[in-house]
């Protein structure tokens, strides 16, 4: 059985170049922070955000869980060290509080795809083709080694990465992790959202799905009913429950549900077809 899988928000860059807070901008409606901790929650057990000693009380980082730095000074490798230590018999999933590109579904299928028994699990940047350290799976087994790193006074998370047992995934997205910087590249990233949410909003219409959903146990009492047949734009399950999750009080997060697609289980980024039967299966009492 694989650890349990804990989520870590990087928040304790200093944004020298963006001479603004990076993880209080808004792309999505909120700060950066706050919807990054929001994606990982969804797919993680718990999750908290990594923090400088003298961040703890900034506004919006005060209002959420904080591992604090123990070595600050040395970069996001004092973040994943920390996590690690405080919580060694967990696994973490890692990202940089300054994705903004970052999706539910890359994060589904780095979960999906996860190797528990490489220290880590991560993407191969599709630019240079070396591992993407800020949005990766750390396990247990990586701690002693981050440690001895650490101790050897190197502070690059990706140079551990491409010296050390870690699984790499082709980025399915080219500029799903692009990091954003400047105030130039702030402007240009908030015009391209806006431009995808506009171009996917004209698309939505040509992209509905018919499907039936069924609802067991506790799903059935919070739905209301034992199934129905809906019109959506979703293209994968995990698209589909964060839908029924707006329309219904289902409060479980996806790592706590297994999914059926046609009787068949599935992983959360399976694409979806037309007619398919889809089944979001809760945990048995006790479990």
């Known amino acids: 059985m694989s650890p349990p899988l804990f989520g870590l928000v990087l928040t304790g860059g200093a944004s020298t170049r963006m001479q603004r807070d990076k993880a209080t901008l808004s792309y ?8 990054a901790y929001d994606l990982l929650s969804d797919v993680c057990a718990a999750t908290f955000i990594s923090v400088r000693p003298d961040q703890r009380d900034e506004p919006t980082r005060a209002a959420l869980p904080q591992i604090v730095d123990a070595r600050p000074g040395i970069g996001p490798i004092a973040g994943i060290s920390a996590a690690l230590t405080q919580h060694p018999k967990a696994a973490w999933l890692v990202v940089a509080c300054d994705l903004p590109f970052l999706t539910a579904d890359l994060l589904q299928h780095l979960i999906a795809h996860r190797d528990a028994n490489s220290l880590v699990t991560a993407y191969r940047s599709a630019h240079d083709s ?22 050897a006074g190197k502070q690059c998370p990706r140079k551990f990465l491409i010296n050390a047992n870690t ?29 995808d949410k506009s171009a996917s909003s004209e698309s939505s219409s040509t992209n509905m799905l018919t499907l039936k959903v069924r609802y067991y146990a506790l799903f059935r009492e919070q739905a209301g009913r034992s199934e129905e047949t809906l019109e959506t734009n979703a293209a994968t399950p995990a698209q589909l429950y964060r839908e029924l999750q707006a329309r219904y009080p289902f409060k479980l997060a996806s790592h706590q549900l297994k999914v059926a697609v046609n009787e ?7 694409q979806l077809s037309n007619g398919d039967a889809v089944v979001f299966i809760p945990p048995v009492a006790g479990g």
């Open 28 to 35: 999505h409606g909120k700060p950066q922070l706050q919807w």
């Open 264 to 270: 068949e289980f599935a992983a959360w980024d399976a």
């Open 167 to 195: 699984h790499l995934l082709d980025l399915p997205d080219a500029n799903a992790l692009d990091n954003i910087n400047t105030t130039q590249e702030f402007s240009a990233a908030n015009d391209k959202l806006s431009a």
């Open 130 to 151: 070396l591992p993407e350290p800020l949005c990766a799976i750390w396990e247990p087994t990586a701690r002693e080694a981050v440690m001895a790193y650490v101790d």
